[in-house]
């Protein structure tokens, strides 16, 4: 079975000058999309003429709002869809969102569109673009193997894309950009970049100093590294010269609160090596 305008077969490479309207659907959380960003930088340097748009979450929009390598980032709240469709009338109103958001991506009359998430909700999105080439991941490498639906250019990584960067950096093959330098361009702000200078000069922390952040929790149960190594790494960074360690955590990090229980994860008192703990938000 394959969806409306979809091939069962899978064609080959794709080429031309025509494909000047590109769609990414990387839609969230915060490190998959940073793990996402060397794939509009390759496309932008292969394709330097190209117009690169960006479909994310709307909690992740900010890391991607006002990028150089982008021309549009798309905001969408599915998040919010859920919370919504429970709801007294909250049907209709997830209904006009999804309908206002179809409309916006179709009028763009993107020419390729790539769903770097694997997910049935990503697949959908990349079907609304109305993209007559819409590349994804076999169903075997997806997360969730309808999501091959709504796809029909479909890459199964080589066996070398251990790291996911290169799984999503494969996903450029049929578009003729091949294997390059990994770039994560990330634009800092400057009001952040003096926010946290302020932060870091309270806590001791000097220019020549090494800063590590560690953030032991993880939203899936198979991407938690035991929290007897973090404690281990922690500790032994500390005893490095010149090295500080920032521990990081959500307000929702039940991993986090079992690190801080754990008594091997303490500094020692009369260490100086630790920075004050910081909680975020996810």
């Not at 000047?20 to 292969?46: E, T």
């Not at 190594?229 to 360690?245: D, I, S």
């Amino acid at each position: 079975m394959t969806a409306p305008g979809a091939s069962a077969r899978e064609p080959g490479r794709i080429s031309g000058p025509a494909l000047l309207k590109i769609a990414i659907v990387k839609l969230s959380s915060l490190g998959d999309v940073i793990h996402a960003l060397p794939v509009a930088r390759a496309l932008r340097r292969a394709r330097p003429g190209l117009h690169l748009t960006w479909i994310v979450e709307a909690r992740e929009y900010a890391l991607l709002n006002g990028h150089p390598d982008l021309d549009v980032v798309v905001p969408v709240d599915t998040r919010l869809w859920r919370r919504l469709i429970w709801r007294p009338a909250g049907a209709r109103q997830v209904l006009g969102k999804v309908r206002r958001l179809k409309s916006r991506v179709r009028a763009a009359r993107f020419d390729v569109a790539i769903d770097l998430q694997g997910l049935m909700k990503s697949g959908l999105l990349t079907a609304y673009t109305g993209a007559p080439v819409r590349i994804g991941f076999t169903a075997d490498r997806c997360r969730e193997r309808l999501n091959c639906l709504f796809t029909n250019r479909r890459v199964r990584p080589p066996a070398s894309a251990v790291h996911v960067v290169d799984q999503y950096l494969s996903l450029l093959e049929p578009l003729g950009v091949g294997p390059g330098p990994v770039e994560f361009h990330v634009p800092i702000p400057a009001a952040a970049e003096r926010r946290m200078e302020d932060f870091l000069g309270e806590q001791g922390v000097k220019s020549r100093d090494a800063l590590v952040a560690i953030n032991p929790g993880a939203g899936r149960a198979d991407k938690q590294w035991p929290v007897a190594h973090f404690a281990a790494l922690g500790e032994q960074l500390a005893q490095e010269p010149n090295t500080r360690v920032l521990l990081l955590w959500g307000p929702d990090e039940v991993h986090m609160a079992a690190c801080r229980r754990a008594r091997s994860w303490r500094p020692p008192p009369t260490s100086t090596s630790w920075v004050r703990c910081c909680a975020g938000r996810r």
